[in-house]
């Protein structure tokens, strides 16, 4: 026989043809539509490859006449048997990773393991039995060891059937972020005998899946129909000299409608008092993550909002009860303590154009009306829109100011530094403010509010002609900022604008 003819007639009791032409389609439709499966596809090919190259050997050994050798039944067993197990898993890729995935079913990869193995003995034992291998003795002889291998691999198999259970239920997915005693990570991988789970701590440990099933298990943010993110709870304590709805009022108010990294919108924060001790009230802030990795982090800046907002609103942290604090307090002192204060306010009082028209002692009666107001960085110190009449200095520190613009964005116009101040135009008419300003660092900042400013302007009424020109002065330079004004255009306007003011000053303030 002519060894050519030979090479084509094995080719084709071995199925090559229809092997390579169905390897070559899927292998395309994979790329187009699976690009995931492409280094299950290398492995198939690999097996066709090899099938392709024993094809010419069993024809060269037909073109002899040693078809009824050992040699040649073992050729022919194995390239029929690389011929089947690929088209096994060809038909796998075709059925569960371009058929079922395009119409949305993703079926556990174990599922399609299992099915692939099955199918591959199957196939083997076929054609086994084609070319003439007796299979009886091999049959018994797999009775006899499955009873061996079964007794001997009892959690090794367990661990298999609980990893098909899991699969199956779809109650461990890829992604999910699940807690097992005191351990707690994200799940990466559900093999046929364990599942790997990567801590915050950079550490991948590996859980029998036979532990899983027979153990309860928590899934950390997972919730029906609601996106992924878990409650997380902040602890702090103050002393009983709050009254606990002033420390949860200040809270809350620090962290809702603000945007911190990984905290969610909604639900929004919140704060509860949790238990009464001996000498302080312990509270606890509980807030949604929406990273289940940043939790420390994220607990962290959370900390840092509320330790602002308490500082802000003169309320203190517990001091531990059985701690006993000494200090030698003499009155010189304390009288240089004091001395160095109001200094510091005095010096930033005039830094305000605002107050140039005071005497000294209004400017001293000013200086004990402020408020020590710290924030944190990020934290909005005023928001537009909101009616707030107090006026800021800021002594430490970077804010920026922000503008909303249409489509409610915010665009930012400009930058504050120490020793600028904002908020006059509420502080001296009780209007609105203008932009949102948000501090870009930690800000140190001197507040001063309506009524202690409302004493000093009752006794001196005519200091509203002053204050209104002040103020409208300041707003015709931003408005030059915009269009270019004559002499004669720019007296009008600071006129009207002058005239406008100190009618609201004197109606805020009833003069």
């Known amino acids: 026989m002519n060894v050519l003819t030979a090479i084509l007639r094995a080719a084709l009791e071995c199925y090559t043809p229809h092997l390579v032409i169905a390897a070559l ?80 079913v993703h079926a556990p990869r174990i599922l399609r393991e299992l099915i692939g193995a099955g199918a591959s003995i199957a196939a083997i034992l076929a054609i086994a039995s084609r070319v003439g291998l007796n299979l009886s003795g091999i049959i018994a002889t797999s009775a006899v060891l499955t009873a061996v291998v079964g007794l001997s691999l009892q959690d090794t198999l367990g661990n298999v059937m609980a990893g098909l259970a899991l699969q199956m239920d779809h109650s461990v997915q890829i992604g999910d972020w699940i807690k097992v005693g005191d351990l707690s990570g994200k799940v990466i991988e559900v093999r046929w005998r364990s599942t790997r789970i990567e801590t915050r701590n950079w550490e991948t440990v590996v859980i029998p899946n036979s532990q899983l099933v027979r153990n309860q298990f928590l899934i950390l943010g997972k919730r029906s129909g609601q996106p992924r993110q878990w409650r997380r709870w902040v602890y702090f304590n103050v002393d009983f000299r709050t009254p606990p709805p002033r420390v949860i009022d200040t809270v809350e108010g620090a962290l809702r409608g603000v945007q911190i990294q990984y905290v969610a919108a909604d639900p929004e924060p919140s704060c509860i008092m949790m238990d009464l001790g001996e000498s302080t009230g312990r509270y606890a802030l509980r807030y949604w993550l929406t990273d289940l990795a940043a939790d420390d982090p994220t607990d962290s800046a959370v900390r840092t909002r509320i330790h602002f907002a308490l500082r802000r609103a003169g309320i203190p942290l517990a001091i531990p009860a059985q701690s006993v604090f000494v200090t030698e307090e003499t009155r010189d002192r304390a009288a240089q303590k004091h001395g160095a204060e109001r200094a510091r306010r005095l010096a930033a009082l005039g830094k305000v154009e605002l107050f140039d028209l005071l005497s000294v002692e209004d400017r001293e009666r000013l200086a004990d009306g402020l408020h020590h107001t710290p924030f944190a960085r990020g934290e909005v110190m005023t928001r537009q829109g909101a009616v707030a009449h107090w006026l800021y200095m800021i002594i430490e520190g970077e804010a920026l100011v922000r503008v909303e613009v249409e489509g409610g964005l915010e665009r930012e116009v400009a930058r504050l530094g120490a020793g600028s101040f904002f908020g006059e135009m509420s502080l001296l008419t009780g209007l609105p403010r203008t932009a949102t300003v948000v501090a870009a660092t930690e800000v140190e900042c001197y507040r001063l509010d309506k009524t202690a400013f409302e004493a000093i302007i009752a006794e001196r009424p005519e200091l509203a002609d002053g204050l209104a020109e002040v103020l409208a002065r300041r707003q015709l330079e931003l408005a030059e900022v915009r269009e270019v004004l004559d002499a004669t255009a720019r007296e009008q306007q600071l006129a009207a604008r002058k005239q406008d003011l100190l009618g609201r000053i004197r109606g805020f303030f009833n003069l």
């Open 25 to 104: 389609a899927v292998a395309i439709l994979t790329g187009l539509w699976a690009p995931d499966e492409r280094k299950r596809m290398r492995s198939i090919l690999l097996l066709v490859v090899l099938h392709l190259l024993l094809v010419p050997v069993l024809g060269v050994l037909s073109a002899r006449g040693l078809t009824g050798t050992d040699v040649y039944l073992a050729t022919r067993l194995i390239t029929l048997v690389l011929a089947a197990v690929a088209a096994v898993r060809l038909a796998l890729v075709l059925v569960f990773a371009l058929a079922l995935a395009r119409l949305g």
